[in-house]
């Protein structure tokens, strides 16, 4: 199989691809695991491994993502199923799950993941958190599909509700999404493996924020008094966002940075007594 492997690399790397994932696509073709595949890679391949392999790449070339082709994807520890037209959860989403575990939380809190996706979020807090209360909410069915699948797989207990934004869940301690956030001018210029994904799930209008402003909104009303908000946005636009929470009430809000040091992620906290002649949701009697 290595001679295989060797060429799936060389192909790969013509493309301008990583050639590790050349391993992968072996490992799928061949139906091992990768451990499996490195211990047996001196040995002839199984029947119909090159075939499959080479359909693999072929298809890799043209820009599908290898997590699709894959059909799973490891979040936070977690095997998740993915399937196109789904968001694939990526790695900056891990850091809003640890923000999420770092904040000071009641002994069984409420939780709501916001346009789950996959499940990523939702499932990744139920798992640290078991005694938390999740919901997560998503308007498209696909996606819900797929997110109670990861949970019956998972064995992990998740209220899912096909709704837009909150979905009328109330008295929450924390709201957290992976909202769309790109601006619709990115479009012309993005990756080419965002084509397979939904552009419901990545575009939000000319600033990004078409989704993450009416989330803000209805979580000042979903939240608990000193419940948090927590989001993952743009470098260009969580900036934005965040002095507009400010002057409308929101308490300790703050831009966070991922782990490549751009800013990346708003925190904000419902005040836990809200002011009287203050602009914005948190106005007093």
């Given at each position: 199989?290595?001679?295989?492997?060797?060429?799936?690399?060389?192909?790969?790397?013509?493309?301008?691809?990583?050639?590790?994932?050349?391993l992968?696509?072996?490992?799928?073709?061949?139906?091992?695991?990768?451990?499996?595949?490195?211990?047996?890679?001196?040995?002839?391949?199984?029947?119909?491994?090159?075939?499959?392999?080479?359909?693999?790449?072929?298809?890799r070339?043209?820009?599908?993502?290898?997590?699709?082709?894959?059909?799973?994807?490891?979040?936070?520890?977690?095997?998740?199923?993915?399937?196109?037209?789904?968001?694939?959860?990526?790695?900056?989403?891990?850091g809003?799950?640890?923000?999420?575990?770092?904040?000071?939380?009641?002994?069984?809190?409420?939780?709501?993941?916001?346009?789950?996706?996959?499940?990523?979020?939702?499932?990744?807090?139920?798992?640290?958190?078991?005694?938390?209360?999740?919901?997560?909410?998503?308007?498209d069915?696909?996606?819900?599909?797929?997110?109670?699948?990861?949970?019956?797989?998972?064995?992990?207990?998740?209220?899912?509700l096909?709704?837009?934004?909150?979905?009328g869940?109330?008295?929450?301690?924390?709201?957290?999404?992976?909202?769309?956030?790109?601006?619709?001018?990115?479009?012309?210029?993005?990756?080419q493996?965002?084509?397979?994904?939904?552009?419901?799930?990545?575009?939000?209008?000319?600033e990004?924020?078409?989704?993450?402003?009416?989330?803000?909104?209805?979580?000042?009303?979903?939240l608990?008094?000193?419940?948090?908000l927590?989001?993952?946005?743009?470098?260009?636009?969580?900036?934005?966002?965040?002095?507009?929470?400010?002057?409308?009430?929101?308490?300790?809000v703050?831009?966070?940075?991922?782990?490549?040091?751009?800013?990346?992620?708003?925190?904000?906290?419902?005040?836990?007594?809200?002011?009287?002649?203050?602009?914005?949701?948190?106005?007093?009697?």
């Amino acid at each position: 199989m290595i001679r295989l492997l060797r060429e799936l690399q060389a192909r790969l790397r013509a493309a301008g691809l990583p050639e590790g994932e050349a391993l992968d696509l072996l490992a799928k073709a061949s139906r091992l695991s990768r451990k499996d595949l490195l211990l047996r890679l001196a040995q002839p391949p199984p029947p119909g491994t090159a075939e499959r392999a080479l359909a693999l790449l072929e298809k890799r070339l043209t820009g599908y993502p290898l997590q699709y082709l894959l059909g799973e994807v490891e979040f936070f520890g977690l095997p998740l199923k993915v399937a196109e037209g789904v968001l694939i959860p990526r790695p900056e989403t891990e850091g809003l799950v640890e923000l999420s575990l770092s904040l000071p939380l009641p002994e069984r809190p409420r939780l709501l993941d916001v346009g789950t996706g996959t499940g990523a979020i939702a499932l990744a807090l139920k798992k640290h958190l078991p005694e938390a209360q999740v919901w997560a909410t998503d308007t498209d069915p696909k996606a819900l599909a797929l997110a109670r699948e990861n949970a019956s797989r998972l064995g992990l207990e998740v209220t899912f509700l096909q709704a837009p934004l909150t979905g009328g869940v109330k008295d929450l301690d924390l709201i957290v999404s992976n909202p769309p956030y790109l601006p619709e001018a990115y479009r012309t210029q993005a990756p080419q493996e965002l084509a397979f994904e939904s552009p419901q799930a990545l575009y939000a209008g000319r600033e990004g924020l078409d989704v993450a402003r009416p989330l803000a909104e209805e979580a000042a009303e979903a939240l608990r008094p000193g419940g948090f908000l927590l989001l993952e946005l743009a470098p260009e636009n969580v900036g934005l966002l965040a002095e507009e929470l400010k002057a409308s009430g929101w308490a300790d809000v703050e831009v966070l940075r991922d782990l490549l040091g751009r800013d990346r992620y708003l925190r904000a906290r419902r005040p836990p007594q809200e002011l009287e002649g203050k602009k914005g949701p948190f106005r007093g009697p």
